[in-house]
């Protein structure tokens, strides 16, 4: 079991930056990714910005060049830097991780969520 918290989020002007925190605990060894995703009111959640125990990134498209996924300095956790931030960015942001065990010639896999982030972009 894995237990995620978010933290960082609040409201900003058009054009502010935030910057999101996600820490893990519990069986934090598994995990293999860790994503933000975000669901605006009457919208399908989306995947803002992902990133593996190696280091390889991805981002969607909106937010490339303004969003910066990257493992927070503390152990077992993780960051998004989001910069230039619009009215649109306005949603619940939710960390996820992505985990997988192996155990005797079997490998597990599963997922966790927090309970998502408030972040309000005023124009």
């Known amino acids: 079991q894995v237990h995620l918290v978010e933290s960082g989020g609040g409201m900003v002007q058009t054009g502010g930056s935030l910057r999101l925190s996600c820490a893990a605990s519990?069986?934090?060894?598994?995990?293999?990714?860790v994503g933000w995703y975000r669901q605006a009111p009457g919208k399908q959640r989306e995947l803002v910005a992902g990133i593996t125990t190696s280091g390889t990134t991805d981002y969607t498209n909106s937010v490339k060049g303004r969003f910066t996924i990257s493992r927070g300095s503390a152990r077992d956790t993780w960051s998004l830097q989001m910069n230039s931030l619009k009215p649109e960015d306005t949603a619940v942001y939710y960390c996820n991780a992505e985990t997988s065990l192996d155990y005797s010639g079997t490998s597990y896999a599963d997922e966790y969520w927090g309970r998502g982030t408030q972040v309000t972009v005023s124009s």
């Open positions: 519990g069986a934090t060894f598994t995990i293999k990714r």
